[in-house]
């Protein structure tokens, strides 16, 4: 709608999600959507205890936090549209900590930010998706997080996009760095993880840089894509180290017929673990022996494939699995040490959709996700998921 006295158009949007969900093995928070980082373990490998929570099955959860709302404005200038969009949802903001009480009466999920951003010509400056990210060869699930090796989702950036003509599109963009690292007091004790930014003396110092090429054509896309980062770790004091790192992605979708879609994606580089999957948490960027003042990038790869098939003009279903692979560099960390920390996941998605109306879809959905660390412990996530969403 155009606001009176002005040439500008605003546009109000949005959903309304309520998503139900029943663990049949061990149980995960429902808020955020299932993270396969923090599957509890079995006690499969001799010595070893089960986590908390691995024995918690049959566990019922319900949420309205994926809901979300944004307003658009669009405005006519002498360079163009300007456009600037902002939208958030109310899956609670990173240092936000509900109480054990949170579900008792009011279920106050916190507001965070999700898009935030304004265009004009080929410039996107604001938080939008990284260049890293391949959004037409992702996977439509229920679940809010979906698959892995599906790449970070958004985050601050300067952007520039250039249609090269004949299908072609180029998209290079300055994104906000964040070295993310498991670090250790000596070679046979290595720890938990920390990161840049909001630690005490601690700093990044130079952005990401991300770069995309994009083949669009009436048989559907192909994408390649790197970024190359400054990894840094400074304490204050004695500790400063800096290592380069780097990701490459192909991804792309394949129109198969009608309405139907095949989509697939693999990612891969060496300190590149925040960029190669959904969960900022799961692959650290690098491991650090702070008694030494060693820093060593982690290897990582992973990918993901999909396919989805409409029923009918309202009925589809999506089946898609993925993998992520970790692998720990040796030398300043004995394999004990590293014998914790994360190895390989995989995922497991089918569901069936329903849109009685556009603005509504409704479904079910069925997951299983694995999770194994350095030594050959492991877990596994089983949950069905029962979704309505309601658009404005």
């Known amino acids: 709608m155009l606001v009176p006295g002005t040439n500008t158009s605003l546009k109000i949007g949005g959903y309304v999600k309520l998503d139900y969900t029943y663990d049949f093995s061990a149980q995960e928070n429902i808020v955020g959507g299932l993270n396969p980082g923090a599957i509890p373990l079995d006690a499969n490998v001799p010595g070893t205890t089960a986590s908390p929570g691995h024995n918690i099955h049959g566990a019922s959860q319900m949420t309205a936090s994926e809901s979300r709302f944004n307003i658009e404005t669009r ?39 999700r898009y935030a951003y304004g265009t004009i010509g080929p ?47 180029i998209a290079v963009a300055a994104e906000n760095p964040q070295t993310f690292w498991t670090e250790g007091t000596s070679a046979t004790t290595l720890g938990g993880t920390t990161n840049t930014t909001f630690g005490t003396g601690q700093a990044d110092k130079v952005p990401d840089f991300t770069a995309a090429v994009t083949l669009n054509a009436p048989w559907g896309h192909v994408a390649l894509r790197g970024v190359a980062r400054d990894l840094y770790d400074h304490n204050g004091t004695t500790i400063s180290r800096s290592k380069f790192g780097w990701g490459l992605g192909l991804s792309g979708n394949l129109n198969t017929g009608g309405k139907d879609n095949l989509i697939a994606q693999v990612n891969g580089g060496e300190g590149a673990g925040r960029y190669m999957n959904t969960y900022s948490a799961l692959v650290p960027d690098a491991v650090v022996n702070t008694a030494t003042n060693a820093m060593k990038t982690i290897s990582a790869w992973g990918g993901l494939l999909g396919y989805q098939h409409w029923w009918s003009d309202t009925l589809r279903s999506t089946v898609v699995g993925s993998y992520l692979r970790q692998l720990n560099p040796s030398g300043i960390f004995t394999p004990g040490a ?41 877990g596994n996530i089983n949950r069905a998921q029962l979704s309505a969403k309601f658009r404005f």
């Open 123 to 169: 410039w996107v400056l604001g938080q939008y998706n990284s260049v890293f990210r391949d959004i037409a060869a992702e996977a439509e699930t229920l679940d809010y997080s979906g698959p892995i090796s599906g790449g970070v989702f958004r985050q601050p950036l300067v952007r520039y996009f250039y249609a090269a003509g004949s299908g072609f599109e």
């Open 338 to 378: 590293l014998a914790v920390q994360g190895k390989y996941w995989w995922t497991g998605t089918v569901n069936l959709i329903w849109s009685p109306v556009p603005q509504i879809d409704t479904g079910i959905e069925y997951i299983h996700e694995n999770r194994t660390i350095g030594n050959g412990q492991r």
């Open 75 to 113: 405005t006519p200038t002498s360079y163009g549209e300007l456009k600037t969009f902002i939208e958030g949802d109310f899956i609670n903001p990173d240092g936000l900590v509900n109480s054990n009480s949170f579900e008792v009466n009011s279920n106050s999920s916190g507001f965070r930010l």
